[in-house]
């Protein structure tokens, strides 16, 4: 089993549309983050959480919301979807126990969104 | 400002060695991730570098030289599966947020 799970793994949907993407991780990590990648952007963090009660704008914030609902699970929302949040969305998350810095980020498989 | 750059492609032979640059300009930093990502998957971790000098993991090493902001990704004994982006990201605080580059796509030829 993952470590890191994403659901859907694929959705196709139309501007206006509430949609919801889920992460859940059996890594019993604190840190859990949301990326979204487009071709020749790279991954570009949408919102991070350190621990349930901490939640935090990353640099593409816009036009998304999150919510994390326990130290396991970080759903990401587009309230609104337009086309542009056309894109593949990561979850990760990272351990900060032994030292933030140098713990690396686990991915989940990724969500590819389209919106027509 | 916040910028990593990367090639955006490379090419390179079976067998060979390729090394991918990585220059960075951070408003801190504490630490170089590398990452491998197939293509329609999620990355996974290679290589980290804090302190300057060269990391050995088998078949990949990764260096840094923070006075000149610069890394690079070595791979020898490219086989046919190195074929993947390669995503080389700054922690540039004491948190656990990192900033990606654009990745650099790796085609290994036969």
């Known amino acids: 089993d993952a470590d890191v799970t994403q659901t859907p793994r694929n959705r196709i949907t139309k501007t206006g549309k509430r949609i919801m993407l889920e992460c859940s991780q059996t890594?019993?990590?604190?840190?859990m983050y949301w990326y979204r990648q487009d071709p020749g952007l790279g991954l570009r963090l949408i919102y991070y959480?350190?621990?349930?009660?901490?939640?935090n704008k990353g640099e593409i914030s816009d036009g998304y919301s999150v919510s994390r609902q326990a130290q396991a699970k970080f759903s990401l929302s587009l309230e609104s979807a337009i086309p542009n949040q056309t894109a593949l969305y990561f979850c990760?998350?990272?351990?900060?126990?032994?030292?933030?810095?140098?713990?690396?980020?686990?991915f989940g498989d990724g969500t590819r969104l389209s919106i027509l | 400002g916040q910028n990593i750059d990367q090639p955006t492609e490379m090419t390179a032979t079976e067998g060979a060695i390729v090394q991918i640059n990585c220059t960075y300009q951070?408003?801190?930093?504490?630490?170089l991730f590398w990452y491998q990502q197939h293509a329609g998957e999620a990355p996974t971790f290679l290589s980290y570098?804090?302190?300057?000098g060269l990391e050995e993991k088998g078949r990949f090493s990764s260096f840094l030289s923070r006075s000149k902001g610069y890394s690079y990704l070595l791979l020898k004994e490219l086989q046919m599966k190195d074929s993947a982006s390669y995503l080389c990201?700054?922690?540039?605080?004491?948190?656990?947020?990192?900033?990606f580059g654009q990745g650099t796509t790796l085609q290994v030829k036969p």
């Open positions: 990760a998350t990272s351990d900060p126990g032994q030292g933030a810095s140098n713990q690396p980020q686990h």
């Open positions: 890594k019993g990590h604190d840190r």
């Open positions: 959480s350190f621990d349930v009660k901490d939640i």
């Open positions: 951070t408003s801190g930093f504490n630490g």
């Open positions: 570098n804090v302190l300057d």
């Open positions: 990201a700054v922690n540039p605080g004491n948190t656990g947020k990192l900033i």
